[in-house]
């Protein structure tokens, strides 16, 4: 079935510890997109990427990083410079021509204790 | 830069009854999409609705239907005969037609439905 893959669904961390986030699709789309989740604030734009070695700052980059070594994958890294990590975690993907709605993973829950 | 603004965090319907969601957003492309995402207590995102800004007819999915005036930056959503199963967060969603292709989301309004 096609679809988007995020792993692990939790994941707990200590303090200074960087993680990484994976999110796989098969569904042939060039652009993937990571947005964060917390109550009451929606969904926050960390990056996006519209084709492979390229990607995009969004609204929250600070403390996080990405990569785009293939049109499947977007793996997400949580820094330990990101002050406030524990949050949802969604990877989404688009392939860009109208009507362009997003696919979403089933999102990763990340708890730093 | 583009916004989408979600004025109620929360709202109630009676079973079978009808409610409407607000979004307005702010832009200055003339091209655009715009979308309603529902998110149920398992956190997937589900797409209900799309309406595409150069199309003037309002989009309706079976008992979800929208009123898009594009002159007022508005983008409501309908849901008639409301089920049990229609509660959940529901998010309204912007991108551009070119561009960046970015998404920004609203922040959210929580429908609880009453049996």
Redesign the interface.
């Known amino acids: 079935d096609g679809g988007i893959t995020q792993s692990p669904k939790y994941l707990f961390r200590k303090e200074g510890q960087n993680v990484t986030l994976s999110c796989e699709q098969n569904l042939n789309h060039d652009a993937m997109y990571w947005y964060r989740q917390d109550p009451g604030q929606g969904l926050r734009l960390i990056y996006y990427s519209q084709i492979v070695n390229d990607f995009q700052k969004g609204d929250i980059a600070e403390g996080y990083s990405v990569s785009r070594e293939k049109k499947e994958s977007f793996p997400l890294t949580v820094t330990s410079a990101q002050k406030n990590p524990t949050a949802f975690y969604l990877c989404a993907s688009s392939n860009l021509a109208a009507p362009g709605e997003l696919f979403f993973g089933e999102g990763s829950r990340l708890t730093v204790l | 830069a583009q916004t989408v603004t ?1 004025s109620q ?1 929360e709202m109630s319907v009676q079973e079978a009854e009808t409610v409407t969601l607000s979004c307005t957003y702010d832009t200055s492309e003339s091209d655009y ?1 715009l ?1 309603w ?1 529902k998110q149920p207590p ?4 589900i ?1 209900v609705i ?1 309406q ?1 800004a150069y199309k003037q007819q309002n989009a309706t999915e079976n008992r979800f239907s929208v009123n898009f005036q594009k002159a007022a930056k508005s983008f409501s959503l309908k849901i008639s005969d409301s089920q049990l199963g229609d509660a959940a967060m529901y ?1 309204c ?1 912007y ?1 551009g ?1 070119s561009g ?9 309004t929580r429908l609880k439905v009453l049996a």
């Open positions: 979600q965090p999409y979308f995402y398992s956190r997937q995102m797409l799309r595409e998010f969603a991108r037609a960046t292709y970015k998404y920004i989301f609203g922040t959210g």
